[in-house]
């Protein structure tokens, strides 16, 4: 069994900086790609940020220069360090762990920002 655990957060204003944090823990036998992605109000899922195993990374265009994804492999976690914050990027962050076998999600984070 695999637990993913979202950490981080919160409520801040426009241009402001957040961090979400999230663990992988469990029978993991190796990680491929640890990644973040979100979901605003009336709007569909969308991938924010994605790192493989080999370090390559995906951002969405909308928060390329502005937020920035690591990972921690000894510790199965991933970081998501989000700057100049904008409305738009109000959302519930989930983090998700894809192994060779499966795709595992954490239980979501809320990021709010405020004008």
């Known amino acids: 069994q695999v637990h993913v655990v979202a950490s981080g957060g919160g409520l801040v204003q426009t241009e402001g900086s957040l961090r979400v944090s999230c663990g992988a823990s469990?029978?993991?036998?190796?990680?491929?790609?640890m990644g973040w992605y979100r979901k605003a109000p009336g709007k569909q899922r969308e991938l924010v940020a994605l790192?493989?195993?080999?370090?390559?990374?995906n951002y969405a265009d909308s928060v390329k220069g502005r937020f920035t994804i690591a990972r921690d492999n000894a510790k199965n976690t991933v970081y998501l360090q989000m700057n100049s914050l904008k409305p738009e990027d109000t959302a519930v962050y989930y983090c998700n762990v894809r192994t060779a076998l499966s795709s595992y999600w954490g239980q979501g984070t809320q990021v709010t920002v405020s004008s």
């Open positions: 469990g029978s993991i036998f190796r990680i491929n790609a």
């Open positions: 790192m493989g195993s080999g370090g390559f990374t």
